[in-house]
């Protein structure tokens, strides 16, 4: 492999504001590395370029599939989106029906339970229904069209409803009813301490939707899903305006949160909006040399390994002389059947604001 002044830098300017609203221009540097066991990773010889937009599953669309690499353009994070890419392994690769999976980020950690494929029997509109037995699996995606959600377009019929935390999960049920309920597929990735049993998985009451699990995933959230969608004032209906949200507790949303959007005193673009990562995977910023662990998605059982300690040297220059930015790490993306694991870094750098553009004389950056 050659030095790493060899290796091309893949970088792009973006302009945005800041978390105080003074506008910046931000340039975005993007690295890739390769992952071996217990070992620091190394540059690789090839940087992915900066995703310039979403990209979906199974080359999909918003419609139908969710996001599997969202767009690196994001002028301004405040914390280190940390984004897995990969699947459960059953360990020695010997048939499972359920497993536990985890990634552990210095002395963060995160676990889905993963259960194979499941449905729903009905038994009666007084009985909880029955879960039929998991498959058995040697491998399982970790994306969140497996985990808990969809939509329940039978129940209401003039009120179709979807999940407002996940749109294309899995075990979403309105009502206890056959139409609803016989063969309903159940999620595959789920909260180990907040399972779906045949007592709670009917909602009963629209209004309850609060109260149903939290998807589980280690990949991005899609933007149209709640919370994300509240930081740009798109909060769900079908909830009391008193209602303590779960997001509310766990403080990943404004204390009375729906109150507040009730009375229009919420900001009509938060930028908490643009970090992506999975619940629980939104880290203060990372510096570089974290330790990272990935628990039954390899093959090999457990991946270990450091993040690089590497950090690029960012220069601007618009004109009014040429400036060195502090960077931030936006996103830790881990593909892990790739073994590579890909860094996108953020320089801030303010300028007195658009009516000053046209005077602005120069656009240069060094990377």
């Known amino acids: 492999m050659g030095s790493n002044k060899e290796i091309k830098e893949q970088f792009s300017i973006a302009p945005g504001k800041d978390d105080a609203g003074k506008p910046i221009f931000s340039v975005l540097v993007k690295r890739t590395y390769d992952i071996k066991h217990n070992q620091q990773a190394i540059r690789a010889e090839n940087s992915l370029p900066l995703n310039v937009m979403d990209t979906y599953y199974d080359h999909g669309d918003p419609q139908w599939a969710t996001i599997k690499y969202e767009s690196d353009m994001i002028p301004y994070k405040i914390a280190t989106d940390f984004v897995v890419i990969g699947k459960a392994y059953a360990p020695k690769g010997i048939p499972i029906m359920q497993m536990d999976v985890s990634v552990e980020v210095s002395n963060v950690q995160k676990t889905i339970r993963i259960i194979g494929d499941r449905k729903c029997i009905f038994r009666g509109e007084k009985k909880p229904p029955v879960f ?59 909260d180990p301490n907040d399972l779906i049993t045949p007592e709670n998985l009917v909602l009963e009451d629209i209004y309850l ?11 991005w959230f ?26 509310e507790i766990l403080g990943i949303v404004p ?31 990372l510096s570089g040399g974290e ?37 931030y790490i936006h996103t830790v993306c881990v593909r892990v059947d790739d073994m590579q694991v890909d860094i996108v870094w953020r320089g801030a750098h303010e300028y007195p604001g658009i009516d000053w553009l046209p005077e602005m004389t120069k656009m240069e950056t060094n990377i």
Do not use: C, H
Request: charged fraction near 25%; proline fraction near 10%.
């Open 132 to 190: 039929t037995e998991p498959i058995e699996f040697n491998e399982m995606e970790i994306r969140y069209e497996k985990a808990y959600g969809g939509k329940d377009e039978i129940s209401e019929p003039n009120l179709p409803l979807m999940y407002p935390r996940n749109y294309m999960g899995k075990g979403f049920a309105v009502k206890n009813i056959p139409e609803v309920i016989d063969g309903l597929l159940l999620p595959n990735l789920e």
């Open 209 to 219: 939707w609060n109260r149903k699990p939290l998807p589980q995933g280690f990949g």
């Open 222 to 247: 899609q933007k149209t899903w709640y919370p994300r969608s509240s930081f740009v004032g798109a909060v769900p209906g079908f909830v009391m305006p008193d209602e303590v949200m779960k997001e």
């Open 255 to 285: 204390k009375g949160q729906i109150a507040l959007s009730r009375q229009f005193k919420l900001p009509s673009f938060d930028v908490r909006f643009n970090n992506g990562a999975s619940l629980g995977l939104v880290l203060p910023f």
């Open 291 to 327: 330790s990272v662990k990935l628990t039954n998605m390899s093959k090999d059982g457990a991946l270990e390994f450091r993040l690089p300690k590497d950090t690029p040297k960012i220069m601007l220059d618009i004109g009014l002389g040429e400036n060195e930015l502090k960077p």
